[in-house]
């Protein structure tokens, strides 16, 4: 049986979702989690590999699963052997076996948080980037829509990032004030390694005022990391859910 | 020179506000912060003594400090020392000699956060009260209402009360639904002791069918704490702000 199940948890703590040697990704303690009650350690095949620090409020995973189970049994029985870490199982439903969490998606979807205070955050360490500088808002909005569109975004991908193919379609990427917080939120079908972090540090470079949002389509054909601005903080992100 | 300083803090690992001979009441890392860079060691008068683990986004002190500071230094030197902490100094001002932190306060603000979902939280552990049980919002609303207005409020205060007069003036008290999250948002001149945290808790026995909201009048008549319900734990309460 194939289970798809949706995962929330704090990334502070872990190396990113994917398998360490060290035992210390996400994936680690949920297949974990999952061997202990099914004989066959199974493997998690994820919908979008977090990094360390990075955090998910609906990560969604299949596996297959040899004994049949409720779903809600499967989330309880996950959740009890995560006690003692921050994730926890949301949801699960049995899929069929041509269901992919990672290639059958559609359209995922990040927030990026940021504070816009002086003062650094006492409740929200790890959670939110702290930015003390003014922002101006509307700059960032033009910024980020000159984003959205099917694009090589060479310019905004890690170094080490391995897709073949650099060019992806951001569907939306919009930039909202909440009180002393910036949303940066963002989809698409899929991003390359660091996209989301690195849209954002070059937005926040444009808020500061040292680019000009009308700088973005220059930044995109230029084809090169070293164009685009630095690489937002892990911890201000959020994965928060797939559409399927 | 009287200074008016706000503080943010998450309260999980601390005492709560007050000194304690452990040390680990808030109050004495923020007095131990400023005695750093101030020759006496300051006593601070706070607006609202939050209990254990409760949090504040905008707690209010006052200090009398003999040297003459700039207020954002001011800040800036309490959140240098307060680096190990979660507790950020937000903002500070110079207030005339008859400024009282408690006693100034025209009306305290209070939140309270429950997580109303089947599945605990991953990422807001000790910062909201999981409550799993589906609950009637517009129950809740009607209850709330009724608590509003001067009342003797014994049943809702701890044993350990101190107050001499329990007649406290309840100016607002709204429940509102953000997604999975009910806010219980309350105003009042001043608070007795664990009153939020057990009308929250009564609120939630009403959310839940076990009482009725129409029960309310007669829980208050009765001014016996066991006519009222469970104390809500302190993880899910904030210290909002305090007008004067």
Known sequence: MRY????EYDGTRFEGWQSQPSGKGVQDIVERALAAFNPETPRTIVAGRT?????????VIHVDIAREIAPIKLCDAINAHLR??????LAAEVVDEHFSARIS???????????????PPALLVNRVWHVPHRLNLAAMQEGAALLVGP???????SSVCQAKNPVRTLQAFTV???DVQIW????ARAFLHHQVRNMVGTLIEIGRGKRKAADIPSIITARDRSAAGLTAPPGGLYFVSVDY
């Open 105 to 119: 998606a559609k359209k995922r979807h990040y927030r990026y948080v940021v504070l816009n205070r002086r003062m």
């Open 84 to 89: 003692k870490y921050p994730i926890i199982a």
């Open 151 to 157: 694009h090589d975004f060479t310019s905004f991908r």
């Open 51 to 59: 990094d360390a620090g990075v955090h998910a409020l609906g990560q």
């Open 176 to 178: 909202t004030q909440h």
């Open 184 to 187: 940066f939120e963002c989809a």
């Open 4 to 7: 798809k199940v949706t995962l």
